[in-house]
């Protein structure tokens, strides 16, 4: 089969803030792992995201824009945490990189509940984009 764009007047772009949905959430059957829930939040939050996967969004209005109940949004949440697909920690959200394969052996940091100060993540984050 022959594949080419059908409009090249509306052909995408990568656009220069981070908001493409990586495609080895559906080859990798990680979508099929979620509810529609689930789904629907990552979604979101990935276009809200900024190039770091942060984005700041209050419960109720996620809730509110996304047609969910605080329940639904708080067990979709925690399915997206479960499948390290996001990291929470109110108000900031993380939408996380997919596990790479070819880094299975590397072990990950350890979760941790401990407050996290930060003014000294965003300088670090800050430095390292310098």
Not at 43 to 68: H, I, K, N, P, W
Not at 91 to 107: E, F, K, M, S
Request: with cysteine; net charge neutral.
């Amino acid at each position: 089969m022959d594949k080419r764009p059908l409009s090249l007047v509306k052909l995408r772009h990568v656009p220069r803030q981070f908001s493409w949905v990586d495609q080895r959430l559906v080859r990798e059957h990680y979508i099929d792992r979620l509810s529609h829930e689930a789904c629907t939040l990552y979604l979101f939050l990935v276009t809200v995201a900024d190039a770091q996967g942060l984005s700041y969004y209050a419960e109720r209005t996620l809730a509110e824009r996304l047609s969910m109940s605080l329940t639904q949004l708080r067990q979709a949440r925690q399915a997206l945490i479960t499948h390290t697909l996001l990291a929470y920690q109110h108000p900031l959200y993380q939408v996380l990189a997919l596990t790479d394969p070819n880094r299975q052996g590397t072990a990950e940091p350890e979760a941790s509940d401990d407050p996290v100060d930060l003014q000294a993540v965003f300088k670090q984050i800050w430095e390292v984009l310098s």
